[in-house]
T-cell receptor, first 112, second 112 residues
Framework: GENVGLHLPTLSVQEGDNSIINCAYSNSASDYFIWYKQESGKGPQFIIDIRSNMDKRQGQRVTVLLNKTVKHLSLQIAATQPGDSAVYFCAESRIGSFKTIFGAGTRLFVKA | KAGVTQTPRYLIKTRGQQVTLSCSPISGHRSVSWYQQTPGQGLQFLFEYFSETQRNKGNFPGRFSGRQFSNSRSEMNVSTLELGDSALYLC???????????FGQGTRLTVV
């Protein structure tokens, strides 16, 4: 199967601080990007998405930034809460390919 | 609104056997995608179905197959199981295949 990485980076933040999770995507033809959150024992949960014609999109407490020049995606979580502790995955797709490639994931720990 | 339902939740099989996993998408969703999740390889795309047609598949051997029924429910089958097939198998449904996807809790397959 396609391998998007073996390592799981870890980010530890204090409750109330802002978190920034970074992701490098692989395919310059990708035009649809998604962030998912996966808690232990559960399937991934959609957080926010962005299309390649945008460079920023905001949701509730979350912001996704897209830099197509360097193929970089980031997820910013404002005022991080203990309930935000999870593994976060970025995913890329090309609209019309119906195939989504996931990044390796980043584990976020929120210290109370 | 019921979420994505995967059955069974847990399964133990012996090498060489075959297994069928089931996924019932959210009502109204016609796209179903399947993923394999392992600690070493992360989340890897298996295939995507829409209106009973496979529109894309990942780089998995032919032992992995799937199908979708007219009611959008989907099954995946793995034949001649190998130890390396032990994984969490996740399915996700979406309205069209490139919009917000909703994941089930997965089927944990253990091959002994």
């Amino acid at each position: 199967g396609e391998n998007v990485g073996l390592h799981l980076p870890t980010l530890s933040v204090q409750e109330g601080d802002n978190s920034i999770i970074n992701c490098a995507y692989s395919n310059s033809a990708s035009d649809y990007f998604i962030w998912y959150k996966q808690e232990s024992g559960k399937g991934p949960q959609f957080i926010i998405d962005i299309r390649s014609n945008m460079d920023k999109r905001q949701g509730q407490r979350v912001t996704v930034l897209l830099n197509k020049t360097v193929k970089h995606l980031s997820l910013q979580i404002a005022a991080t809460q203990p309930g935000d502790s999870a593994v976060y995955f970025c995913a890329e797709s090309r609209i019309g390919s119906f195939k989504t490639i996931f990044g390796a994931g980043t584990r976020l720990f929120v210290k109370a | 609104k019921a979420g994505v339902t995967q059955t069974p939740r847990y399964l133990i099989k012996t090498r060489g056997q075959q297994v069928t996993l089931s996924c019932s998408p959210i009502s109204g969703h016609r796209s179903v995608s399947w993923y394999q999740q392992t600690p070493g390889q992360g989340l890897q795309f298996l295939f995507e179905y829409f209106s009973e047609t496979q529109r894309n598949k990942g780089n998995f051997p032919g032992r992995f197959s799937g199908r979708q029924f007219s009611n959008s429910r989907s099954e995946m089958n793995v034949s001649t199981l190998e130890l390396g097939d032990s994984a969490l198998y996740l399915c996700a449904s979406s309205f069209e295949g490139f919009t917000e996807a909703f994941f089930g809790q997965g089927t944990r397959l253990t091959v002994v």
